[in-house]
């Protein structure tokens, strides 16, 4: 049983003696009160509850699913409910998809809210759905080279020829671990330790609704994206190890002839590295 919760967990409310009513309903959390959380309630009108921790049963990090809609429509008519995905990895999200939602091939794709300092998003589809297209992924997530927004969706994306069918899921990634690594006697070493960015766990329907209309506004302009990334990176250097990965993406892909961009040093082992110098 989870005794500590974070905001943004969603959960199942049970036990609860005095509001028999409420158990079995799930929502999400908000935030600590003393020794209780403040918890909203799915499909409630008074929905936002007190609840000790042990009357509350941990699903998963909550995320939102946005469904398909026509295009032209409004923020506020935008199909879109909370629920959970259970992790940590992608492994276990990705199955969860395929049991829990039903879908037969789930791809995934990073990108960032507004303002954000990273890839904060992470954004899942079915790449083998034949249901109606979903008018807001293609506007809000478009695809284009990497070489022009922060985000860099790639055109050839599984399932994206004719545009993301059937409903999205979106979850909030943690900020990247800061990891200087070095190899010795083709031996990776690594030191690592917490980068400091803004993290909130909880994706709010606002805040879907605002990158909606942002993308409304902006949409076949890739130079809005540009603003976006030159602003978070203005008067950062670009991280070291940051670098160090695009360089050996670029020598992989060279050496092998295929795409490819290392996110994390842990991806690159001993051998790999070795065969690169080759």
């Not at 969706?153 to 990247?176: A, C, F, H, L, T």
């Not at 671990?177 to 980068?195: C, E, H, I, K, L």
């Not at 329907?205 to 602003?231: C, F, M, P, T």
Request: proline share 6%; aromatic share 10%; with cysteine.
């Amino acid at each position: 049983m989870k005794k500590t919760f974070n905001r943004g967990d969603f959960v199942r409310v049970q036990d609860l003696a005095s509001r028999a009513d409420l158990n079995g309903k799930e929502g999400y959390v908000l935030r600590p009160i003393e020794k209780r959380y403040e918890v909203e309630i799915i499909g409630m009108d008074c929905n936002t509850f007190s609840l000790l921790p042990k009357r509350l049963e941990y699903l998963g990090q909550s995320c939102v699913v946005i469904g398909p809609c026509d295009k032209g429509v409004s923020s506020e008519e935008i199909p879109i409910h909370t629920s959970y995905l259970k992790g940590p990895t992608e492994y276990e999200e990705i199955q969860e998809l395929k049991k829990r939602f039903g879908w037969r091939s789930p791809v995934g794709m990073a990108w960032c809210s507004e303002n954000a300092e990273y890839k904060d998003l992470y954004v899942y589809y079915d790449s083998e759905c034949r249901e109606t297209i979903n008018n807001l992924a293609d506007v809000v997530f478009p695809p284009m080279s990497a070489d022009k927004c922060c985000p860099s969706v790639p055109v050839n994306m599984p399932g994206r020829k004719d545009g993301i069918r059937g409903s999205v899921v979106v979850i909030r990634q943690e900020p990247p671990r800061f990891t200087d690594f070095f190899m010795s006697n083709g031996v990776q070493q690594s030191v690592s330790g917490q980068r400091d960015f803004p993290f909130d766990r909880l994706i709010t329907h606002d805040e879907i609704r605002k990158l909606y209309d942002n993308a409304l506004k902006h949409k076949g302009d890739h130079s809005h994206y540009e603003k976006v990334s030159k602003a978070q990176s203005k008067g950062k250097k670009k991280d070291p190890v940051d670098a160090k990965l695009d360089d050996l993406s670029k020598m992989f892909s060279t050496k092998f002839g295929m795409g490819v961009q290392f996110h994390n040093p842990n991806d690159i082992t001993s051998d790999m590295y070795r065969y690169m110098q080759g």
